[in-house]
């Protein structure tokens, strides 16, 4: 079966090895892009039992403001209203360029989180990023799922609703101080561009599978690969090429790794994509990656773009919520019952 860190981002796959000259991208020694983050999420059950896994990357758009994919906080929400052995989750973001999941088990045994002490936490290995506390465990996109109520009182999901917009967000309690957030898009902005010499560059925290091994991971499938080789949480900056197409919702890179393209792989989810021109990256953020290629081979990875109606409205909603728990009415969450009053 396919884990649960893999299925949280599905649709985060890219470009695979066929040579030594593919690549995942540089890790971000210089901390070039601050704004950029990773969120781990804890799974609480009865009895002080803790499951903790690595969510998604995202971006600051705000200082309590984290932008991410909706498939990705979504995987949160869905399991509380269908499964009844969890809780609550909760939710943390950190803007370290190195965010390991030691780093996350061993943060919540130094405070006290309830069932962290059986955790794992190797002292020696760990980076003590500094973590951000969510409100909740995110607010998705209210167009991102069909959710409607059977007469017997159930819930009917249908994931991947038609016209999804695949994008999210987590509040976090405290503004985030000394990192400037990443500005969003005008409206439109895709839908004039010159592509002329303009470059894609995607920035985030996801699984670095060695692509010079020419080698596809085991069992092949709709869920991608079960076996990994490499590891995630440090923020890498890839190179995707230009731009293949631009759709009404989605702008895709072209992700040639025969002509040296970067890729990204699994838990890359949520990242942004900007564009870049003459060698100079606008770090206004244009997409989130959704994707939609298996096991990280190369096939041009959409990302859903954030000038649109769409997107703009929902983000709109969130920044003008005078609370978080009404904040929460603008996202899927309300229709699963789970914003708190």
Same mark, same amino acid.
């Given at each position: 079966?396919?884990?649960?860190? =893999?299925?949280?981002?599905?649709?985060?796959? =890219? &470009?695979? *090895?066929?040579?030594?000259?593919?690549?995942?991208? /540089?890790?971000?020694?210089a901390?070039?892009?601050?704004?950029v983050?990773?969120?781990?999420?804890?799974?609480?059950?009865?009895g002080?039992?803790?499951?903790?896994?690595?969510?998604?990357?995202?971006?600051?758009?705000a200082?309590?403001?984290?932008?991410?994919?909706?498939h990705?906080?979504?995987?949160d929400?869905?399991?509380?209203?269908?499964?009844?052995?969890? !809780?609550?989750?909760? *939710?943390?973001?950190?803007?370290?360029?190195?965010?390991? /999941?030691?780093?996350?088990?061993?943060f919540?045994?130094?405070?006290?989180?309830?069932?962290?002490?059986?955790?794992? #936490?190797?002292?020696a290995?760990?980076? %003590?990023?500094?973590?951000?506390?969510?409100?909740?465990?995110?607010?998705?996109?209210?167009?991102?799922?069909d959710?409607?109520r &059977?007469?017997?009182?159930?819930?009917?999901?249908?994931?991947?609703?038609?016209?999804?917009?695949d994008?999210?967000?987590?509040?976090?309690?405290?503004?985030?101080? %000394?990192?400037?957030?990443?500005?969003?898009?005008?409206?439109?902005?895709?839908?004039?561009? /010159?592509?002329?010499?303009?470059?894609?560059?995607?920035?985030? $925290?996801?699984?670095? +599978? %060695?692509?010079?091994?020419?080698?596809?991971?085991?069992?092949?499938?709709?869920?991608?690969?079960?076996?990994?080789?490499?590891? $995630?949480?440090?923020?890498?900056?890839?190179?995707?090429?230009?731009?293949?197409?631009?759709?009404?919702?989605?702008?895709?890179?072209?992700?040639?790794?025969?002509?040296?393209?970067?890729s990204?792989?699994y838990? /890359?989810?949520?990242?942004? &994509?900007?564009?870049?021109?003459?060698?100079?990256?606008?770090?206004?953020?244009?997409?989130? &990656?959704?994707g939609?290629?298996l096991?990280?081979?190369?096939? +041009?990875?959409?990302?859903?773009?954030?000038?649109?109606?769409?997107?703009?409205?929902?983000l709109? #909603?969130?920044?003008? *919520?005078?609370?978080?728990?009404?904040?929460?009415?603008?996202?899927?969450?309300a229709?699963?019952?789970?914003? !708190?009053p």
């Amino acid at each position: 079966m396919f884990t649960r860190l =893999a299925s949280v981002s599905l649709f985060t796959l =890219a &470009l695979c *090895a066929t040579g030594a000259s593919a690549s995942d991208g /540089d890790p971000d020694t210089a901390n070039a892009y601050p704004a950029v983050g990773f969120y781990h999420v804890a799974f609480n059950f009865p009895g002080e039992r803790l499951e903790t896994y690595g969510g998604c990357s995202g971006s600051l758009i705000a200082p309590q403001t984290f932008l991410t994919a909706g498939h990705c906080t979504f995987y949160d929400s869905r399991r509380l209203v269908e499964d009844p052995a969890y !809780e609550k989750a909760e *939710a943390w973001a950190s803007f370290d360029p190195v965010v390991s /999941d030691n780093d996350f088990r061993c943060f919540l045994k130094d405070i006290g989180y309830p069932g962290a002490q059986a955790l794992a #936490c190797d002292q020696a290995t760990r980076n %003590h990023p500094t973590f951000y506390k969510a409100f909740n465990a995110g607010i998705t996109h209210p167009d991102y799922a069909d959710i409607k109520r &059977l007469g017997s009182g159930a819930l009917a999901i249908k994931e991947f609703a038609p016209g999804y917009t695949d994008i999210a967000v987590l509040l976090l309690e405290d503004p985030v101080q %000394h990192i400037n957030p990443l500005p969003l898009p005008a409206q439109g902005l895709l839908d004039g561009l /010159d592509r002329s010499g303009v470059g894609l560059v995607g920035v985030g $925290y996801g699984l670095n +599978y %060695h692509k010079s091994i020419p080698a596809k991971p085991d069992q092949p499938g709709v869920d991608g690969p079960t076996n990994f080789v490499g590891d $995630y949480g440090v923020r890498r900056i890839a190179d995707l090429g230009g731009i293949r197409t631009i759709t009404p919702t989605t702008i895709v890179p072209e992700q040639q790794n025969a002509l040296g393209d970067d890729s990204v792989c699994y838990w /890359d989810s949520g990242s942004p &994509l900007f564009l870049e021109r003459d060698g100079v990256v606008d770090r206004t953020i244009v997409g989130v &990656l959704t994707g939609g290629a298996l096991w990280c081979m190369g096939a +041009y990875d959409p990302y859903q773009r954030v000038d649109i109606p769409p997107a703009r409205e929902f983000l709109q #909603c969130v920044a003008q *919520a005078p609370s978080p728990s009404e904040a929460c009415e603008c996202g899927v969450e309300a229709a699963l019952g789970l914003c !708190e009053p």
